[in-house]
T-cell receptor
């Protein structure tokens, strides 16, 4: 079975600072990878997904970007954080449309 | 476009009571997959079950059971003899599409139902 790691677990950053969240996957190869955001008291919103190295699709125009430098590594970044970027960020891994997505432990980001 | 509705925002039950969490979905695709996830206070989403649109057989796993009815576009989740450890937010989700193009990989989530089991 696959294991998904995310770090850091929690992060407090000032407005305007950069961001880098990392997700790595073990126990599978060539997964589809996903970044979701869960704002306080709200559901999950898909931000980005990737079907392979260097292939990124964005679902929502925003202040964030994603990259996939290696098969099992997915990075979420920002050059300048906004207050509205606060939330709980979840990385997920799945094998395709018919496959289940498994989630990492998440990163709780607070932008002050 | 797909949509998942979980009309119950919060539910409270006393331990050992049965509880049903409702999920209604919308999709134009004939092939789709439905999921339930559990999010305990720690935050990580835990996969519970996946059903495909061609299999309406209900499923039971221990105290958990799922009732899938295409006629009413519902995929309800019942916990029998609830326990305090069942307290969490539960999400119903849907993925659909023909597999071509990025959109078909999306999981569309409901807004979740917060279940509190009182000892």
């Amino acid at each position: 079975s696959q294991t998904i790691h995310q770090w850091p677990a929690t992060l407090v950053q000032p407005v305007g600072s950069p961001l880098s969240l990392e997700c790595t996957v073990e126990g599978t190869s060539n997964p589809n990878l996903y970044w979701y955001r869960q704002a306080a008291g709200r559901g999950l919103q898909l931000l980005f997904y990737s079907v392979g190295i260097g292939q990124i699709s964005s679902e929502v125009p925003q202040n964030l970007s994603a990259s996939r430098p290696q098969d099992r590594q997915f990075i979420l970044s920002s050059k300048k954080l906004l207050l509205s970027d606060s939330g709980f960020y979840l990385c997920a891994s799945g094998g395709g449309r018919t496959d289940t997505q498994y989630f990492g432990p998440g990163t709780r980001l607070t932008v002050l | 476009a797909q949509k998942v509705t979980q009309a119950q925002t919060e539910i409270s039950v006393v331990e050992k009571e049965d509880v049903t969490l409702d999920c209604v979905y919308e999709t134009r695709d004939t092939t789709y997959y439905l999921f339930w996830y559990k999010q305990p206070p720690s935050g990580e989403l835990v996969f519970l079950i996946r059903r495909n649109s061609f299999d309406e057989q209900n499923e039971i796993s221990g105290r958990y059971s799922w009732n899938f009815q295409k006629s009413t576009s519902s995929f309800n989740f019942t916990i029998t003899a609830s326990q305090v450890v069942d307290s969490a937010v539960y999400f119903c989700a849907l993925t659909a599409g023909q597999g071509s193009g990025a959109g078909s990989y999306q999981l569309t989530f409901g807004k979740g139902t917060k279940l509190s089991v009182i000892p």
